[in-house]
């Protein structure tokens, strides 16, 4: 049987070794075992495997599948200085759908995904001690992206000039785009004091919400309903405004937002405002002023990251394999991970 997983680095052998440790098992994986591309793969470095284990015992505790999601060092997509290769073993929840970020989703979907967010968000305005502690230096994935960009490589200008050559159709909108580049990104922590204005209280943000993050299930109609919101890397401490910019420019087309993005943050603002507790205080006085930011934001920080991202392939830096781990707690292959924990996705 072939050892390596989607011609990964990754190994079964390094699975199994994993799963024992995790579970106290000497289960091995038996001749049934497959694993085969998930989703289509959606991930931007990853690939993402649905694996069948056929547990030669103790299959009564010991999952019978789970979703691996295996990080690559494609030049098409590494947008970072350096990636760690690796995996992580996720809970395989099934009957449900993927849709990808140019896909978009019911407002019915849309309303429930607003649901999760109102969630975080009441959370955190009435257990402010709970925020407590997390790292200051975390962002959000479309804030990382836009970060490195700032920093490293060509430039935020001249990506953009390279995303015209490649969609010349587009031109007027990347335009439009450039002239919000000296405002919002010529320095970024101007950037991230602007994000932080958005909403004066803390709130804990999930940091990654768009359609591939969330599972969805498709009902007899042809609607997405919200199943499981996953992929929880990029929670932090910020504005609210950032997830909400993130869902609703992924989620939704942009004739449903030029219509109806007033009806979906009434609906976020009031839905918040239900399920505080006494005490605790809303970030803005009203709807209108939640409104007044996502006008202003929401085209750069719900596109830029994206169409910088195809136009940067050529200055993509490839890196050396050599770090394997598994983050879901099962445990890591490779003293060079324990040695820089860092370093490691």
Same mark, same amino acid.
């Given at each position: 049987?072939?050892?390596?997983?989607?011609?990964?680095?990754?190994?079964?052998?390094?699975?199994?070794?994993?799963?024992?440790?995790?579970?106290?098992?000497?289960?091995?994986?038996?001749?049934?075992?497959?694993?085969?591309?998930?989703?289509?793969?959606?991930?931007?470095?990853?690939?993402?495997?649905?694996?069948?284990?056929?547990?030669?015992?103790?299959?009564?505790?010991?999952?019978?599948?789970?979703?691996?999601?295996?990080?690559?060092?494609?030049?098409?997509?590494?947008?970072?200085?350096?990636?760690?290769?690796?995996?992580?073993?996720?809970?395989?929840?099934?009957?449900?759908?993927?849709?990808?970020?140019?896909?978009?989703?019911?407002?019915?979907?849309?309303?429930?995904?607003?649901?999760?967010?109102?969630?975080?968000?009441?959370?955190?305005?009435?257990?402010?001690?709970? /925020?407590?502690?997390?790292?200051?230096?975390?962002?959000?994935?479309?804030?990382?992206?836009?970060?490195?960009?700032?920093?490293?490589?060509?430039?935020?200008?001249?990506?953009?000039?390279?995303?015209?050559?490649?969609?010349?159709?587009?031109?007027?909108?990347?335009?439009?785009?450039?002239?919000?580049?000296?405002?919002?990104?010529?320095?970024?922590?101007?950037?991230?004091?602007?994000?932080?204005?958005?909403?004066?209280?803390?709130?804990?943000?999930?940091?990654?919400?768009?359609?591939?993050?969330?599972?969805?299930?498709?009902?007899?109609?042809?609607?997405?309903?919200?199943?499981?919101?996953?992929?929880?890397?990029?929670?932090?401490?910020?504005?609210?405004?950032?997830?909400?910019?993130?869902?609703?420019?992924?989620?939704?087309?942009?004739?449903?937002?030029?219509?109806? /993005?007033?009806?979906?943050?009434?609906?976020?603002?009031?839905?918040?405002?239900?399920?505080?507790?006494?005490?605790?205080?809303?970030?803005?006085?009203?709807?209108?002023?939640?409104?007044?930011?996502?006008?202003?934001?929401?085209?750069?920080?719900?596109?830029?990251?994206?169409?910088?991202?195809?136009?940067?392939?050529?200055?993509?830096?490839?890196?050396?394999?050599?770090?394997?781990?598994?983050?879901?707690?099962?445990?890591?292959?490779?003293?060079?991970?324990?040695?820089?924990?860092?370093?490691?996705?």
């Amino acid at each position: 049987m072939p050892s390596r997983i989607l011609d990964s680095p990754i190994t079964w052998e390094m699975l199994e070794a994993d799963f024992k440790r995790k579970y106290k098992t000497a289960a091995r994986t038996g001749s049934g075992r497959r694993a085969e591309l998930f989703a289509g793969g959606m991930g931007f470095i990853s690939k993402i495997a649905l694996v069948q284990f056929d547990w030669s015992e103790d299959r009564d505790r010991l999952p019978e599948s789970a979703i691996v999601k295996i990080t690559v060092q494609d030049p098409d997509f590494d947008y970072t200085k350096q990636t760690a290769l690796g995996y992580i073993a996720l809970e395989h929840i099934k009957e449900t759908v993927g849709r990808h970020f140019y896909d978009n989703v019911c407002r019915t979907g849309a309303f429930e995904a607003l649901e999760e967010l109102v969630k975080l968000a009441a959370f955190s305005l009435n257990n402010p001690e709970s /925020l407590v502690g997390w790292p200051d230096n975390s962002k959000s994935i479309p804030a990382n992206v836009l970060a490195r960009f700032h920093d490293e490589g060509p430039g935020l200008v001249k990506l953009m000039l390279s995303a015209k050559l490649q969609y010349p159709e587009l031109a007027d909108e990347m335009d439009l785009m450039i002239q919000w580049i000296p405002r919002f990104f010529d320095d970024f922590a101007n950037f991230t004091e602007l994000r932080n204005s958005t909403c004066p209280a803390p709130i804990l943000c999930q940091g990654d919400i768009w359609n591939p993050n969330i599972l969805w299930k498709l009902d007899g109609n042809g609607a997405y309903h919200v199943d499981k919101v996953i992929d929880w890397q990029y929670v932090h401490v910020g504005s609210a405004v950032e997830d909400l910019i993130l869902f609703l420019h992924a989620g939704t087309s942009a004739e449903d937002i030029e219509e109806n /993005l007033f009806v979906y943050l009434n609906y976020y603002y009031n839905e918040l405002a239900s399920r505080l507790n006494p005490g605790a205080v809303m970030p803005w006085n009203s709807v209108q002023e939640l409104d007044t930011p996502l006008g202003g934001l929401g085209g750069p920080v719900g596109t830029l990251p994206l169409v910088c991202n195809a136009a940067g392939k050529s200055w993509a830096i490839e890196n050396e394999p050599g770090v394997f781990i598994d983050v879901a707690g099962v445990g890591c292959t490779s003293t060079v991970c324990a040695e820089n924990p860092e370093g490691c996705l």
